[in-house]
């Protein structure tokens, strides 16, 4: 996959989020914090940041590619 060939997702590293993804606030409560946590990544809560863990890759794909399914049965 084109995430296995890219060397930055290989290394652990901090990753900014968009605030389009936050909606209306950032905390343990958010469900986007919920749901990063649960894909193994270590949510930052001083800054809309995650640490990308090279391990959480194929659970963090997996959550994308629901999302983007839920998204287009939206009306």
């Given at each position: ?10 290394q652990r590293?901090?990753v900014s989020?968009p ?14 914090w919920?749901?990063?946590?649960e ?26 590619a ?7 049965l939206s009306?």
């Open positions: 996959s084109i995430l296995e060939q890219s060397s930055p997702w290989q590293r901090d989020l605030p389009e993804l936050l909606g209306s606030g950032w905390g343990p409560e958010t469900p986007a919920v749901l990063l946590e894909c193994g990544l270590e949510v930052q809560a001083d800054a809309p940041q995650v640490r990308w863990e090279p391990e959480a890759q194929d659970l963090t794909c997996a959550l994308f629901c999302l983007v399914l839920l998204l287009g009306p």
